[in-house]
């Protein structure tokens, strides 16, 4: 069972990872939509559908399948596991500034740029980066 938990939990991640990285991609392109138009409205279903059928349930699946994991595991005494759990809980809060912002522009509030989006979109690709390698090479 313990495999199939581990596949689950790979799969959660690979699918959480992919919409943590699309959302603000999407995002850099809604801002400079005019507010109200087509193109806009279109933006906020697409970053609705996206938070809500595939990064919240993705998240919860990763959360769940990682718990036990690391449970049977017998993890969390390893050093290693403590720096990647910081770094899941840090993703999680970057997950939730990111509902946040789909709350925003969802009721045309955005108050951010451009650049600010471009800027966080990288925020999910560091922490990810070293999310695998504590996994992988679990340097202490």
Same mark, same amino acid.
Request: glycine letters at 6%; a positive charge; one cysteine or more.
């Given at each position: 069972?313990?495999?199939? @938990?581990?596949?689950?939990? &790979?799969?959660?991640?690979? #699918?959480?990872?992919?919409?943590?990285?699309?959302?603000?991609?999407?995002?850099?392109?809604?801002?400079? #939509?005019?507010?109200? /138009?087509?193109?806009?409205?279109?933006?906020? =279903?697409?970053? +609705?559908?996206?938070?809500?059928? $595939?990064?919240?349930? %993705?998240? @919860?699946?990763?959360?769940? %399948?990682?718990?036990?994991?690391?449970? %049977?595991?017998?993890?969390? /005494?390893? *050093?290693?596991?403590? !720096?990647?759990?910081?770094?899941?809980? &840090?993703?999680? !809060? =970057?997950? !939730?500034?990111?509902? *946040?912002? =789909?709350?925003?522009?969802? #009721?045309?509030?955005?108050? *951010?740029?451009?650049?600010?989006? +471009?800027? $966080?979109?990288? =925020?999910?690709?560091?922490?990810? @980066? !070293?999310?695998? $390698?504590? &996994?992988? &090479?679990?340097?202490?």
């Amino acid at each position: 069972m313990y495999e199939w @938990i581990k596949a689950l939990h &790979v799969i959660a991640v690979i #699918a959480w990872m992919a919409g943590m990285l699309y959302l603000p991609r999407l995002f850099v392109y809604h801002c400079i #939509a005019e507010a109200g /138009s087509k193109q806009s409205e279109t933006f906020k =279903v697409m970053e +609705r559908r996206l938070l809500k059928a $595939i990064i919240n349930p %993705a998240m @919860i699946l990763t959360w769940l %399948a990682g718990l036990y994991l690391a449970w %049977a595991g017998h993890l969390f /005494s390893a *050093r290693w596991f403590h !720096g990647k759990l910081l770094l899941v809980v &840090v993703l999680s !809060g =970057v997950h !939730g500034f990111f509902a *946040r912002f =789909v709350k925003d522009f969802a #009721a045309d509030r955005n108050a *951010r740029s451009q650049t600010f989006y +471009r800027i $966080i979109n990288e =925020v999910p690709t560091i922490l990810m @980066i !070293g999310i695998v $390698i504590l &996994v992988v &090479v679990k340097p202490f």
